[in-house]
């Protein structure tokens, strides 16, 4: 079984400490909500400081393995153990990579069922000068709960009467976010980043990493999970995972009618302005359009539109770069894959500088 206890995260510790130099006057001025109060209302944060890993145990001279044990708490859907990395770099920023690996809905499950190992790779590879976060400390979250990172239910689907899909998506992801959080308190900015199910990933850690680090610049990639979905999917698996939370429930539009999630992403950029959001996608995507039954005209008409929106609304704050292929992810496996005269390399690299070059492109 895992450990389980109580940790104290960052952001109570700030609560506590400003308790005690509040303002009692009456022209006292009302602070305003933090960002994402809303989700953290409905119980988005529900599991921060409730698990600790079981076991954690040195891989090498940098790479740190924390495993949770089996039972109660953070596990992979099938049943297997879960668990996390974390990786000492040399500089004072943090890289947040959520990996990918399908999703388990009501109709079809083709998830992965065990983490994939942490390679040295693409954006993830240390001592390599040409990658922009290659000195960041590292935490590695493998995907294998089936969930985009969100369930939170056991699920008996082959009604024997005994459980066989264990969705615990908000468990795994709050207890690695704890732990990275917990080895890496103060850094200068946070590079959330993530492929395939990670790159929809990113967007349900946001708010939990936001109240982990309350002040610190959040760069968030996004990598072939841009959110274009079939009408009525979304709604279909938020309710098969009992997911929710990750989804205000002010904003009716957040899943649009058409299935996207292009209101959701609006709302996650109004909500924090310490946030920059970059989408890496392919307009005939094999894995998302293929896989999901979305007509690949309709997919590429609705992800060029969804990147106009939310450039439109937020230029200063939002860029995209979109290849017309079929490809699915590349900051890992096809780092320096060209698209509209630059790399996908090169791109990543120039949001982090805040390089005039860091702009929208697409073929």
Not at 132 to 155: E, K, N
Not at 203 to 231: C, F, M, T
Request: proline share 6%; with cysteine; hydrophobic share 35%.
């Amino acid at each position: 079984m895992y450990l389980k206890q109580r940790l104290i995260p960052p952001w109570l510790v700030l609560s506590i400490l400003m308790a005690g130099c509040s303002d009692d006057s009456d022209d006292a001025a009302v602070p305003a909500a933090p960002p994402f109060q809303e989700l953290y209302d409905q119980g988005v944060d529900r599991y921060l400081g409730v698990f600790t890993p079981m076991t954690s145990e040195f891989e090498d001279g940098t790479v740190t393995r924390h495993s949770f044990g089996s039972g109660d708490g953070p596990l992979c859907f099938t049943g297997n153990e879960f668990w996390m990395s974390t990786r000492d770099g040399e500089s004072e920023e943090l890289m947040i990579f959520l990996q990918g690996g399908g999703a388990c809905g009501p109709t079809s499950c083709s998830a992965v069922n065990i983490g994939l190992p942490l390679f040295n790779v693409g954006i993830l590879e240390a001592g390599n000068p040409a990658n922009p976060a290659t000195d960041f400390d590292l935490g590695y979250v493998p995907y294998c709960d089936g969930t985009l990172f969100t369930g939170d239910q056991d699920i008996d689907s082959d009604e024997d009467g005994i459980n066989d899909r264990f969705f615990r998506g908000i468990q795994n992801l709050s207890a690695s976010l704890d732990v990275i959080a917990n080895t890496y308190p103060a850094p200068s900015r946070i590079l959330l980043t993530g492929n395939s199910a990670g790159g929809f990933g990113v967007h349900y850690a946001l708010p939990l990493v936001r109240k982990l680090y309350p002040e610190v610049p959040i760069e968030l990639v996004n990598d072939s999970g841009v959110g274009i979905q079939q009408p009525g999917s979304q709604e279909s698996l938020v309710e098969y995972w009992n997911s929710a939370a990750f989804l205000p429930a002010s904003c009716s539009t957040c899943i649009g009618e058409d299935g996207n999630l292009t209101d959701y992403h609006k709302y996650q950029l109004a909500e924090d302005d310490n946030v920059r959001m970059g989408f890496i996608s392919s307009t005939m995507d094999e894995v998302i359009a293929g896989r999901s039954g979305i007509d690949v005209a309709v997919f590429e008409a609705e992800l060029i539109e969804a990147v106009a929106e939310l450039e439109e609304a937020y230029p200063d704050r939002f860029r995209s770069l979109i290849s017309d292929t079929v490809e699915h992810t590349y900051i890992i496996k096809q780092f320096d894959f060209g698209i509209a005269g630059t790399t996908v390399r090169q791109w990543v690299t120039d949001m982090l500088n805040f390089s005039d070059e860091w702009v929208s492109a697409s073929e």
